[in-house]
């Protein structure tokens, strides 16, 4: 259990919580995830409920979060949700839009196959947004095989859809690229060797890694596979309006209305930068927002 004693003493941190919030939080609400990312966030794994009593916030947020847990746990986070609630309190989640997501893959399947094959590229781009994320194998997965290409022919497309996380990413990969292409054209000095050559005598961790890939051999990679899927990056499941809505009634919300980035039954939802960037904008346009209200008095 989180002390509420650990945190800063704001009226509102007291009331709002923030799980899962990765990068992407604000210093008045209570922030856990399940790394630290900041001295404002709080250290929690999730999957073993939220750390906090019964009826505690008036709010409960996450973004981006759900989606990356088992159809089954998602149940039992949401109703730790409802738990940790006040009666009359707010929940907000904001998940991939799966029919947003599919009605763009059917409108860029006709655009080909009706002979525009300038959609070509965003066709595939809609193809990755659909199924990368669940079919993965590494970190990035064909998303960051996309934008580590030298000429991305659709990146207006990409970030109209996804929004100024994906920009910033596409400038993070073009740099990588450049990086990658000066590393290449480097030989392997004899200052690398020996830092390899240090890593391993000096870290046992590197020295276990090699152990099993002696034992494992070529079936190591398998072993890697499966660290990564159990890392939390890949999507288990996704929502559309219906199956969240039901989800959050399944739980004993009421209230249930879907909403756009601005909207909320929250006071002052904007200010907080959460679903919206300081220009307005929303932060991940792909996004299905919906909230609900525990009941009571």
């Known amino acids: 259990m989180i002390e509420t004693s650990s945190f800063h003493t704001q009226r509102n941190q007291l009331e709002y919580l923030n799980i899962g919030c990765g990068h992407r939080f604000h210093h008045a609400w209570q922030n856990i995830d399940f790394i630290s990312s900041n001295d404002k966030v709080s250290p929690c794994d999730l999957r073993d409920g939220i750390p906090f009593r019964d009826s505690f916030f008036q709010v409960v947020y996450h973004s981006h979060l759900l989606e990356h847990f ?27 839009d799966l029919e947003a997501i599919v009605n763009g893959y059917l409108f860029a399947l006709d655009q080909v196959l009706s002979g525009n094959l300038s959609w070509d590229s965003n066709y595939e781009w809609m193809l990755l947004e659909l199924f990368d994320q669940m079919i993965r194998n590494s970190p990035g997965g064909g998303i960051k095989s996309y934008f580590q290409r030298k000429d991305i022919p659709n990146e207006n497309f990409v970030v109209e859809r996804m929004g100024s996380e994906i920009k910033n990413i596409a400038e993070e990969q073009k740099k990588v690229y450049l990086h990658k292409n000066m590393q290449n054209q480097r030989i392997c000095s004899p200052k690398k060797i020996l830092r390899l050559v240090h890593r391993f005598f000096r870290y046992p961790i590197y020295r276990r890694e090699y152990l099993l890939k002696l034992i494992l051999g070529q079936d190591y990679k398998f072993l890697e596979i499966g660290r990564f899927r159990q890392s939390g990056e890949i999507h288990q499941w996704m929502y559309d309006r219906y199956s969240l809505r039901k989800l959050l009634n399944n739980c004993g919300f009421i209230g249930i209305v879907q909403r756009t980035a601005k909207e909320s039954y929250i006071p002052n939802w904007e200010s907080f930068n959460l679903d919206t960037e300081p220009d307005g904008s929303t932060y991940k346009p792909y996004s299905l927002f919906m909230e609900a209200i525990k009941p009571g008095l």
């Not at 089954?72 to 907000?92: D, H, M, N, Q, W």
Request: glycine fraction near 4%; charged fraction near 35%; aromatic fraction near 4%.
């Open 70 to 96: 088992s159809k089954e746990s998602a149940l039992r986070l949401t109703k730790e949700c409802f738990r940790v609630i006040k009666p009359r309190g707010i929940i907000r989640i904001v998940v991939p």
